[in-house]
C-alpha cells in the first residue's frame, strides 16, 4: 500500500531549516521536515500547511516541489514523500501534534542531528543543503 505525505521545507532569513524532532513512530525521537499524511480530500498544499500549522505553530504559504521520496514504512506500507518549498506568513513557533520539538537548525548543525533516514541525502541531492565536505 502507498500512503502519499508530504513536508514543508522552509528557511528563515539566514538560511536555517526548519526542523522537527518527531515524538512519535516512524521515526520517533528523530529530527526530520515537518510534515505527514495528505487527508482525503486533501490537495498537497493544504496539507503542508495543516501539517505545518499543526507542527510547528507557523502559517506558510506553500511554494513549488523541491523533491519526492519513497519510504518504507511498517506492515509493507511505502510513504510516498512529496517536499515542498514553504514560507512563514505568520503563527508562534511551538513544538504540537505529533512533534517533540521544533527549532531552526543551521546547514553544519543539521549534519551533526540524529535525523530520519535518507534526509541528510535527499536534501543535497535536491541542493537545499551544500554538499558535504
Do not use: F, N
Not at 515537518?34 to 502559517?59: M, N
Amino acid at each position: 500500500m502507498r500512503v502519499r505525505c508530504v513536508g514543508g521545507i522552509v528557511r528563515d532569513g539566514t538560511g536555517r531549516l526548519l526542523l522537527v524532532r518527531r515524538g512519535r513512530p516512524p521515526g520517533e525521537g528523530l529530527w526530520s521536515v515537518p510534515g505527514g499524511r495528505v487527508e482525503p480530500g486533501e490537495d498537497d498544499a493544504a496539507a503542508v500547511a495543516r501539517e505545518l500549522k499543526e507542527e510547528t505553530g507557523l502559517d506558510v504559504v506553500v511554494g513549488a516541489l523541491v523533491g519526492s521520496v519513497d519510504r518504507p514504512g511498517p506492515g509493507g506500507v511505502t510513504y510516498e514523500i512529496h517536499d515542498y518549498a514553504a514560507d512563514v506568513t505568520g503563527g508562534a513557533l511551538q513544538a504540537g501534534d505529533d512533534a517533540s520539538d521544533v527549532r531552526w537548525v543551521s546547514p553544519a548543525d543539521l549534519r551533526a542531528l540524529p535525523v530520519t533516514p535518507g534526509l541528510i541525502e535527499a536534501l543535497a541531492g535536491w541542493e537545499v543543503l551544500p554538499p558535504s565536505r
